[in-house]
């Protein structure tokens, strides 16, 4: 059989994978802190028909003959580029303005945070107990004003609060102003590392590093700007371009595939 044959159905295959990811950056287009994703492709092996030769003193060298049976998929890349900020006024709308994640968790135990999550998308919510919690009712995690790892609680009976752009949730109730606690940031060495967990979240990998809290504006993280939310990072001019040119792509090799047959068909003609 024709080695072109197996390269066009090998990056067909391929083409499909990237329409995917194409297809899942346009239906988030419009999904708070989405990061998109991008495919990249590498050769596949090639076989040696000939190998190098080096030149004598009669002759000259002589390059290496391979002929390459196709392409594979090298990586499919998590882009984490900063979405435009949209101002919403709302005081539990939250974006974070340069690198680090929001953290969530089920809760804290032993000093140290319950199931851990990473989030870009800052829109947060009170539950009965005055908890701050995203939409699937996870807690946002920070610090107490003892410096301890803990849910960020603002009390019932608050009047107003406000959060600064260093993470300081503050309160006014009928006694005074008061600080409910400090939100923390994570920063990871590799942030390509982490894993999409759905839900606007992500997961730690060991190729992500381990987690670093920090305050808002410290170690390498970014501010916090309330009122606002970060939208995703994908560019439909973009996304479009390359929808095309992933179309195009299969159509070629599709071509491939159909002029392999018809040579083929040529060859076992011959009997005839």
Do not use: C, W
């Not at 919510?125 to 009712?137: E, F, R, S």
């Not at 959060?163 to 994570?186: E, R």
């Amino acid at each position: 059989m024709l080695r072109s044959m197996y390269s066009g159905i090998g990056a067909m295959r391929n083409f499909q994978t990237k329409l995917d990811v194409i297809g899942n950056n346009i239906a988030n287009v419009n999904t708070y802190g989405f990061k998109k994703g991008r495919t990249i492709f590498k050769d596949l092996v090639s076989q040696q028909i000939a190998g190098a030769s080096g030149p004598t003193a009669n002759r000259g060298g002589v390059n290496p003959k391979q002929v390459g049976l196709g392409s594979q998929l090298a990586a499919i890349d998590t882009v984490h580029t900063q979405g435009s900020l949209q101002t919403t006024g709302r005081p539990l709308d939250l974006a974070i303005s340069g690198d680090g994640f929001f953290v969530l968790g089920e809760g804290v135990n032993s000093n140290a945070i319950v199931n851990p999550v990473y989030t870009r998308a800052g829109n947060f919510y009170l539950d009965k107990q005055g908890n701050i919690v995203n939409a699937d009712g996870l807690y946002l995690m920070g610090e107490d004003t003892a410096g301890n790892i803990s849910k960020i609680n603002i009390p019932p009976t608050a009047e107003s609060f406000s959060i600064g752009s260093d993470g300081t949730v503050t309160y006014v109730d009928s006694s005074g102003l008061h600080t409910a606690g400090k939100i923390q940031l994570a920063k990871f060495a590799n942030n390509d590392g982490l894993e999409k967990a759905g839900q606007n979240l992500f997961r730690e990998t060991a190729n992500s590093g381990q987690a670093t809290l920090d305050a808002p504006g410290k170690g390498g993280t970014g501010t916090i700007v309330a009122g606002t939310l970060e939208m995703s990072n994908v560019d439909l001019a973009e996304e479009f371009t390359e929808m095309i040119v992933a179309q195009r792509g299969f159509q070629a090799n599709t071509r491939i595939i159909t002029t392999s047959d018809e040579i083929l068909q040529e060859l076992v003609n011959l009997k005839k």
